[in-house]
T-cell receptor, first 108, second 114 residues
Framework: AQRVTQPEKLLSVFKGAPVELKCNYS??????LFWYVQYSRQRLQLLLR??SRESIKGFTADLNKGETSFHLKKPFAQEEDSAMYYC??????????FGPGTRLSVLP | KAGVTQTPRYLIKTRGQQVTLSCSPI?????VSWYQQTPGQGLQFLFE???????NKGNFPGRFSGRQFSNSRSEMNVSTLELGDSALYLC?????????????FGPGTRLTVL
């Protein structure tokens, strides 16, 4: 069965420092991977998806099929990046599987 | 454009009762998905409806059911409530579902089962 893991429940970095939120998945086929974000008192929203290969709010994520990873990176963290981040996978059946989430705290 | 709305926002029920939650998607969106979010299990996919038909289903017991109306509004029903059903229930809408379409989430309905 497909599974998404995010090993860090909480990640704290200082403003201006690089940040990497880890995501690993297990799936026998070719998955579609996403990062969702939930800012304080806001709704869950899509941050980026691997098929579009875009950078959103300075974040990028590369799908590494060999390592089955889809880590989210940003070279210089900002305080407004503090939020809950979820990695998600969509399988062929278009069912979405979410990871447990990582809370990013960017310290001033 | 109005976002996804869910009613009620909060609900308290007792074991054995049943509950119906409602989700109104963004105008023009035909796909509605439901998720259960708990501290222990995280976000888990319940089911997806498209054009009044259940298109995908997660691993939840038959006590969890749903439906979609011709205006794309969706309801989710949980029968014979158990304590473990206490959770935040989120719905998300998209134009036509699938991973190509961005999902827009509602604020959720927090269900507490006593």
């Amino acid at each position: 069965a497909q599974r998404v893991t995010q090993p860090e429940k909480l990640l704290s970095v200082f403003k201006g420092a690089p940040v990497e939120l880890k995501c690993n998945y297990s799936y026998s086929g070719s998955p579609e991977l996403f990062w969702y974000v939930q800012y304080s008192r806001q709704r869950l929203q899509l941050l980026l998806r691997h098929i579009s290969r875009e950078s959103i709010k300075g974040f990028t994520a590369d799908l590494n099929k060999g390592e089955t990873s889809f880590h989210l990176k940003k070279p210089f963290a900002q305080e407004e990046d503090s939020a809950m981040y979820y990695c998600a996978l969509a399988d062929y059946g278009q069912n979405f599987v979410f990871g447990p989430g990582t809370r990013l705290s960017v310290l001033p | 454009k109005a976002g996804v709305t869910q009613t009620p926002r909060y609900l308290i029920k007792t074991r054995g009762q049943q509950v119906t939650l409602s989700c109104s998607p963004i105008s023009g969106h035909r796909s509605v998905s439901w998720y259960q979010q708990t501290p222990g299990q995280g976000l888990q996919f319940l089911f997806e409806y498209f054009s009044e038909t259940q298109r995908n289903k997660g691993n939840f017991p038959g006590r969890f059911s749903g439906r979609q109306f011709s205006n794309s509004r969706s309801e989710m029903n949980v029968s014979t409530l158990e304590l473990g059903d206490s959770a935040l229930y989120l719905c998300a809408s998209s134009l036509s579902g699938g991973s190509d379409n961005e999902q827009f989430f509602g604020p959720g309905t927090r269900l507490t089962v006593l």
